[in-house]
């Protein structure tokens, strides 16, 4: 079904004869040759043929005129066997390429015909010789798979071609992508680059070097910044074409690439070019063999703007007697098919420069301009060698395969194309590939190329950044350095930073903790030590009034183990400044816990008493006596504290921490358990409760000290600072969460000082007239009589 698609679409495009007829240089002979050349560089199927390419018209004289050595060499190579030629342009178009194809394998039984479906048993050509590119060699060589007609490509360096499987009869005489890929791979490593970009086009040719210089470079450890692959139609002048040029101008002008490698035909190259002239990139391109010895390339005005280019070719070797020949074909006129030659390329218009050498261009003036001189300087630019080689390996072919000796042939010219593909000799071509070898040359003025190997200042170091393949200087990190020129950047020791203006080196972080040299520091061991002043006072006052009533009505000795327990309370406030150590952290909230609860057990027990000693109610009474035990009230209460604060100090007690910041190493206390903490600030808080509860029943009783007044402002106080102390506390990080434990502490011991034991202080100092027992007789006299008690103060009295 492929096949008569093909044919069909040979059809349509044109027929033998008229405007779309193929131009063709035939020679007759026993054996045929086909030759398929891209004569004229570009076609409109519906106009004629575009212009001519000086070297395409060499390749097809190289083959005539090699033919022609062996048909005249003595002795003679094929004696009495004469081989022809029968050559077409294809104009580089794949249609036109298939349709010469086709008039190529035409039955030998039937020479003149035009017919598409000539049988392909028996062809008139025997081997084929063609084409230039890979793209219109791959599907040439579809079709002359079909007869086994052997094909052999001068020029096609397609890895594709080389599998056996899809084009078993195709050959060449140059190396394939594969060698060029490594090629070029290797010059990239040997100047040490390190970031390449490719473009390549949709094409056969394109893609698949594309793809092999991607896999070259990735097994090579070179990064590719990006692989750009143009359309077909990039060479015709479509605003499309533009907006794809601008796009890869853009991604050319803001790449680190070193290297930009043009992997694609030579008319896309020319526009590409063009467009780094104009914008003067100034950057390093490498030229595949497909237009490396473009001369209208290396010609454009303004090249050196674009920048170096180096470009690999396939080593050039001079065809025997070939200059000769294209200077006897313009000189000759007698010849009818020299005058031939003339007709088909008549449009040839070429500037001839004084030494005859190197602008031989369409111009527009369409001078015509045949002078040998000019032509050969075009002689083994590229593949003229290539040509030769593959017409002599299709010489000592036939040689074989016909059994000549110097006299005769033993075969006559009747075989098959098959017996050709199988010749030993053909199979050789493959061993021809080596010395088609490859080899770079650097053309183009001066080397500019975009360095990767960079160098930095000190505290900078060489990294990649986005999608691009070059490193950059880029600052080292918080907490790293780097001395200079690109080197890694390294972290710095656990407890060091770096300046941030300069980190090209590291310092010592500084120690951070609530430091006794601190102002908030110094504030609250000023108010530590006025509470511990104030406690010892109060605690000589006691002594000097012990036997007084108001001593009594505070409860007694219980007082001083109140006062005592407040000691406690203010000297704990100096464990939480200075850089915590495991005691510190250890004794701290632990001790405040059990300290506070002896404070308020000792407060509830004088609580009790006032209870007892003033309600009358008998119900009430009888409970109440039963827990008037002061000590066994002190005891109890402060002792399930103590175990609570012992589990917290054996099981899991806050230790010291260490936490590294930009500048500083934070110094604190881990609190490792929530928990305890929050069973040890609750159970106070229940204890300042009840200890409040009892406080606003006593006050209906009588009370000259206002004990039960001033017990309730105090436990308030309290948990009013410890609702909110608790939240901050546990939200809070830094050095400054010591000094928030500090202060709670201080206000919460303060307020019991001030609020419950201070007024006592003051009667005892200045009102001494309400510290005796007839002021308090009259008192609560006073207070009975108010009520109408009569019979109960009597009772009072009695008691």
Known sequence: MSLVWLLVAVNVIGSCSGEAALMRVYSPGDIIIGGLFPVHLKTNRNQKPGELTCTEFLHTQVMIHTINQINQRTPRVLPNVTIGYDIYDTCGDVSLAIKATLRLLKSASDPHSCSTHSDFSQPQTKVVIGESSSEVSIAVARIVALAAVAQISYASTSELLSRKFKFPTFLRTVSSDKHQAEGICELVRKLNWKSVAVVGSEDEYGRYGSDLLNDQFFNKGVCVEFVDILPGHFNQNTSDT??????????????????????????????????????????TWIASDSWSTSPKISAMPGIEFAGTVYGFIFKRKEVP??????????????NNSHHHHHLWYSNLCLNESEDGGSDCWMTNSRKQCLNPRCLIAFID?????????????????????????????????????????????????????????LQCECFLFKVTTYNCSKTCEPGHELKLQSKTCCR??????AREFSPGNGTACRPCAKKQ????????????????????????????????????????????????????????????????????????C??????????????????????FGTAFSVCMSCILANLLQILVGFNFNLKVGLWVKKLNRPVAVVVVVSGIQLALSLSWLLLNPSVPQEEILYHSTLHLCELRSVGFFAAM?????ILAFICFLFAFKCKQLPDLYKNATLISVSMLLFLIIWIVFVPIFLSMRGKYKASIESAAILISSSSILGCHLAPKCYIMVFRKELNNESAITEYIKKHYEQKGLYTVYYLLLVH
């Open 242 to 283: 533009h907006t794809l040029l601008a796009d890869l101008m853009g991604r050319v002008a803001n790449s680190s690439a070193e290297a930009i490698i043009l992997f694609t035909k030579a008319t896309n190259v020319e526009i590409i070019i063009e467009a780094a002239i104009q914008l003067k990139l100034n950057r």
């Open 321 to 334: 007697g070939f200059k000769k020949h294209i200077v006897t074909i313009f000189n000759d006129t007698t």
């Open 381 to 437: 630019q590229d593949y003229s060698y290539s040509i030769y080689l593959a017409v002599e390996v299709i010489a000592d072919g036939l040689r074989r395969l016909l059994k000549c000796d110097s006299l005769r042939c033993e075969r006559s010219s009747d075989f098959t194309p098959m017996e050709v593909t199988r010749n030993q000799a053909m199979k050789r071509v493959s061993s021809v590939r080596k010395t088609g070898c």
């Open 472 to 477: 950059h200087c880029v600052p080292c990190s």
């Open 497 to 568: 930073y770096s300046v941030d203006s300069r980190r090209d080196q590291c310092f010592n972080n500084t120690d951070e903790f609530l430091d006794w040299s601190m102002d908030f520091s110094i504030i609250l061991s000023s108010f530590g030590v006025l509470g511990i002043l104030i406690s010892v006072v109060f605690a000589v006052l006691f002594m000097v009034n012990h036997s007084t009533p108001i001593v009594k009505a505070l409860g007694g000795y219980l007082c001083f183990l109140e006062l005592l327990s407040l000691l406690a």
């Open 570 to 591: 203010f000297c704990l406030t100096f464990s939480f400044q200075g850089k915590p150590s495991r005691g510190s952290c250890r004794i701290g909230l632990p001790l």
């Open 681 to 685: 600030i609750a159970y106070n808080a």
